[in-house]
């Protein structure tokens, strides 16, 4: 009698043991799934240890505060043009679309299993012209937005991109085009180059005031996050798979940004000469720092994105002198960038779902 008492009394503490383990695993997680920016709050780029060169009196905000605030405020700056409504032409004017679309449907599933052709794209997307352009039908774009892609040799990313983003920048109500910048040659390649090519390439088509500069691989998980811009630079894939949904560091710049054309411009765009994997993006960012600027961002659960799995491309090791050059970004920046671009144009292309443009940017 007293045994088997005592056997039910140890099974009895097996059991709330196991049932505190469970707990405290789901709170693990539950808290890592939380939030991103409080993971480092004070760390600057400590993954890669880079150091940053006398910039760093900007730190970015990550307050909670301060992120939601950036989140909710949807206007841009790029508004050149006179706000006149044309009396003249009365049946012309469209009302402009609302702040937030009403078409969006949130949290996305985003998966790579299945190939995608580009003929299904096509299908799926009637109302995308040539060239990639798209403009709604019912209201008249808040933004006119070039999205910029770096690219070489990636055509089954670029179909899951495709296939991904033309729906999603449609209910976001964007007036779009889609431009594809292809690194002509086998040199080592040059992302942030690419970028400033596509940048001006796009303007001969129209008069773009936003740019949204987007790797090939990377799509949004949530169409609430908008490819458009904001007051500030704004980082877009704030929580890749790749880095666990969290933010690498918080200067990190990579991956997916926008910025209005006057947001470019004062940073005189881009360095040209970052050859190789890593650093363009925190030049990018130094430059931001240095003008006063800050970086806006989704929540950390509206910017999830995911990364298509690759191996490193050939022709793009990891660029030796990324440490030295970012370190003197501010003395550099303003004789390297769009106004010390020179690129030979071999070919524009306008196909259904995108517009490629092949250029020699020449080596390192
Ligand atoms: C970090 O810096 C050290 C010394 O400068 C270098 O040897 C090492 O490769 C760097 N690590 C990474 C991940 O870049
Ligand atoms: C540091 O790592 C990030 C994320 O992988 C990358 O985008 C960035 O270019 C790297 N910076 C340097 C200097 O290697
Ligand atoms: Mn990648």
């Keep these: 009698m007293p045994a088997d008492f005592s056997l039910l009394h140890r099974i009895c503490k097996l059991v709330v043991l196991l049932c505190f383990f469970h707990i405290a695993v789901t709170v693990f997680f539950y808290v890592r799934s939380f939030d991103i920016p409080l993971a480092f709050p004070h760390k600057r780029q400590s993954h890669n240890n880079t150091t940053?060169?006398?910039?760093?009196?900007?730190?970015?905000?990550?307050?909670?505060?301060?992120?939601?605030?950036?989140?909710?405020?949807?206007t841009a700056a790029p508004q050149s043009e006179p706000g006149q409504?044309?009396?003249?032409?009365?049946?012309?004017?469209?009302?402009?679309?609302?702040?937030?679309?009403?078409?969006?449907?949130?949290p996305l599933r985003v998966?790579?299993?299945?190939?995608?052709?580009?003929?299904q794209i096509k299908d799926e997307n009637p109302n995308v012209q040539l060239g990639g352009r798209f403009k709604p039908?019912?209201?008249?774009?808040?933004?006119?937005?070039?999205?910029?892609?770096?690219?070489?040799?990636?055509?089954?990313?670029?179909?899951?991109?495709?296939?991904?983003?033309?729906?999603?920048?449609?209910?976001?109500?964007?007036?779009?085009?889609?431009?594809?910048?292809?690194?002509?040659?086998?040199?080592?390649?040059?992302?942030?180059?690419?970028?400033?090519?596509?940048?001006?390439?796009?303007?001969?088509?129209?008069?773009y005031n936003c740019f949204v500069f987007s790797d090939v691989d990377l799509i949004p998980m949530d169409d609430r996050n908008?490819?458009?811009?904001?007051?500030?630079?704004?980082?877009?894939?704030?929580?890749?798979?790749?880095?666990?949904?969290?933010l690498p560091y918080n200067q990190y710049f990579g991956g997916v940004s926008s910025m209005s054309k006057g947001?470019?411009?004062?940073?005189?765009?881009?360095?040209?000469?970052?050859?190789?994997?890593?650093?363009?993006?925190?030049?990018?960012?130094?430059?931001l720092a240095s003008k006063g600027m800050t970086i806006s961002r989704p929540s950390g659960d509206?910017?999830?994105?995911?990364?298509?799995?690759?191996?490193r491309d050939k022709q793009n090791d990891p660029n030796p002198q990324?440490?030295?050059?970012?370190?003197?970004?501010?003395?550099?920046?303003?004789?390297?960038?769009?106004?010390?671009?020179s690129y030979k144009l071999m070919s524009v292309e306008k196909l259904d779902l995108f517009t490629k443009i092949t250029v020699d940017v020449g080596k390192p």
């Design 52 to 74: 940053q060169s006398g910039l760093d009196t900007h730190t970015v905000s990550t307050s909670r505060t301060e992120w939601n605030t950036q989140n909710e405020e949807g």
């Design 85 to 106: 409504k044309s009396v003249t032409e009365p049946r012309k004017s469209l009302e402009k679309c609302p702040e937030t679309s009403p078409l969006l449907v949130g």
């Design 111 to 119: 998966e790579f299993n299945n190939p995608v052709s580009l003929e």
């Design 137 to 207: 039908k019912d209201c008249e774009a808040l933004q006119k937005v070039a999205i910029i892609i770096p690219f070489r040799k990636r055509d089954e990313h670029l179909k899951f991109w495709l296939y991904y983003l033309h729906p999603i920048l449609q209910r976001q109500q964007l007036e779009y085009g889609v431009y594809v910048i292809n690194q002509d040659g086998d040199e080592t390649f040059n992302r942030a180059k690419l970028l400033n090519v596509g940048y001006q390439e796009s303007l001969k088509d129209k008069d």
């Design 226 to 246: 908008t490819y458009k811009c904001f007051s500030q630079p704004r980082h877009l894939s704030v929580s890749m798979d790749k880095f666990g949904f969290r």
């Design 263 to 287: 947001q470019y411009l004062k940073i005189n765009g881009f360095p040209n000469n970052y050859w190789g994997w890593g650093g363009e993006d925190d030049d990018i960012y130094n430059r």
């Design 302 to 311: 509206i910017g999830k994105c995911r990364m298509i799995r690759h191996n």
């Design 322 to 341: 990324r440490f030295d050059r970012i370190a003197h970004t501010k003395e550099t920046m303003n004789k390297d960038g769009i106004n010390s671009l």
